[in-house]
């Protein structure tokens, strides 16, 4: 239980974002309106993936150093929660932009980046399917992961900050919570992202597990 | 640098050795151009500039991938194994992505030459967009000679060389087009700057990842 205590709080994090994040009470806002509370899910998602990526190329720098195999193991299985939260933050992206800009898939530079960039993930699984030898695949596919996160984040950070983008925060729109946020939600935001934080890691240290036990046999 | 130098001088003596690979590229950017002109069927002032600049990069894109996927398969591994106890990884990236950059430069140029000599010329300020090709040709080469010593490891190479770089080098072709917009429609130097700035940026950021992950690649 000591050690577990992390696994209990993701679970008490998410369920008290998800009640409050459904039934709490919400600004009114122009367009907007209830689809505010998506904020809780889809942003709090992609601040996760981000997450999950940065440890998956710590992990693949620490496995160049190391030649341990259980880092690679560590960051194959960090990308993989990565991918699963990034689906489900475009799913969560698409439902709202097409109750708020009209459209399931508007052409927006910030979308198209992070379908550049899960296109990119998904090229690492196919390399590290693509090599035989387990020394070799971890060797090469750590130096794609590091190569793919120096692409990444300037795909998702920086680029689309410099064009026209929907996305506030982006094209000098102003960021989210500078004035559509008031505290009330916050109190709800900031748990329920360190709740996916939890949450996605938790998804990975028992894949992680699965891994090693089946790699012994 | 006495090694780069080597390094480089070997490079062009083998492109030199095998000219039919060289030849092939600038008949594979001419043929492409040609195929273009044919499908579109056009007189050269039908086209929107904007396609025409699409085209162009698309064609440059294509070009880049194939040019450079065989910088690390054209030498047999034996081969490589004699570089490896003979030169330094760094010299080994360094040269490569030097040479690969001349390479493309010239490609890309011959081929904007012949394209525009097709498909009429729309552009407003001729030395920037010739600057970006120039860019442009730094960047793809830096980006892909990377993602091809990745490639070149494993067996599938070259769909793996295409599904590993085209998602890899979009960012990068994102700013060239859009500066070569700025270009085509003539627009102040001024407007530019920063575009330039975060392409020479990436460029930096690629380069010495680069130089930083070839050491562990080129072990194995």
Known sequence: MKNNWWKVLAVVLLTYGFYFGLMGEVPRRNILNESIRNVYFHVSLWFATTLFLLTSAIYSIRY????????????????NVALLFGALGCATGSLWARVTWGDWWPNDPKLNSVAISMLMYFAYTVLRSSLEDEQKKARISAVYNIFAFAVFIPLIYILPRMTDSLHPGNGGNPAFGE?????????????????WMLLGTWIATLRIRVRALTSND | MQELRTLIGKEITLEWRQRYALNGMLLYIVSTVFVCYLSFRLKSNQLNPLTWNTLFWIIVLFTAVSAISKSFTQERAGRLLYYYTLASPRGIILSKILYNSGLMIVLSLAGFGFYAFVMGNPVGDIPMYLLTIVLAGIGFASTLTMVAGIASKAENNAALMS?????????????????????????DRSVSSEEIVVLLALDAIVVSLSLILFPYLWRS
Do not use: C, H, W
């Open chain 1, 64 to 79: 160049l150093r190391s030649n341990n195999l259980t880092d690679d193991i560590k960051a194959v299985e960090f990308t």
């Open chain 2, 163 to 187: 599904i590993l770089s085209f998602p890899a080098i979009i960012p990068m072709l994102l700013m060239v087009m859009k500066l070569a917009k700025n270009a085509l429609e003539g627009l």
């Open chain 1, 179 to 195: 004035y559509d946020m008031d505290n009330q939600m916050r109190r709800v935001f900031y748990p329920i992202i360190i709740g």
